[in-house]
């Protein structure tokens, strides 16, 4: 299923309801330990299960390798275009008039120097911002094993849900993940466990002799 077709479809509506009711919070940075766990689609459909309830704000954090323009089918500026000034340049989720997206931006435009430099306060800046201008967010960001991008955006939320694949996260870095939070006195709201398709049960090793 595709990320636009997965926030509209309401077939994961009532999980994602409870999911929100049970992280008791409004700022939320959503991530996971290797990359491909499936973040993206669980800070989206989570985003998506908080509209009516307030402005709701789902942001971009992986700004190193974006997904929310095209998974969502929005064009526009974006993060990466914003002045650190006035408003977050966001953009409205079709059929979701109360749900806004913040994109990376600079579509086609590949991450600079500069840009990657200025990452950490450009992420604090927004997250910071989109406390005060959201009653909800929720920050789409990379593998913690690849880019401390996290840590820059989490600092302002109340705190970090954790996405795992069951058959592609690995424990050392699941580890890596929990230390590196835990470090920088970051609460880990909880986990949602992603089984994906590709995942074969274990096969039996030893049969006993027919007797």
Known sequence: MKLADLVQSPAFADEFVRLRRDLGARHIAVTGAHGAEGVT??????????????????????????SLANGLGLRGPGLLDWDLEGPLPTQVMPNHPELAVLTAGKTGARLGVDDAQSLPARLGAAARR?????????????AATRFPDVLSVASHCDGVLVVVEMDRSRVD???????????????????????????????????????
Do not use: K
């Open 130 to 142: 989109a406390r005060e201008d959201f009653a909800f967010v929720v920050w789409d960001t990379p």
């Open 173 to 211: 870095g699941l580890q890596f993940l929990r230390d590196t939070l835990e470090r920088a006195q970051v609460r880990i709201l909880g986990c949602v466990l992603n089984r994906s398709g590709r995942y074969w049960p274990p096969q039996t090793r030893y049969q006993p002799a027919a007797m």
């Open 41 to 66: 689609s669980v800070a989206a459909r989570l985003a998506c299960s908080l509209s009516g309830e307030g402005r709701v704000l789902l942001a971009e954090g992986n700004l190193r390798l974006p």
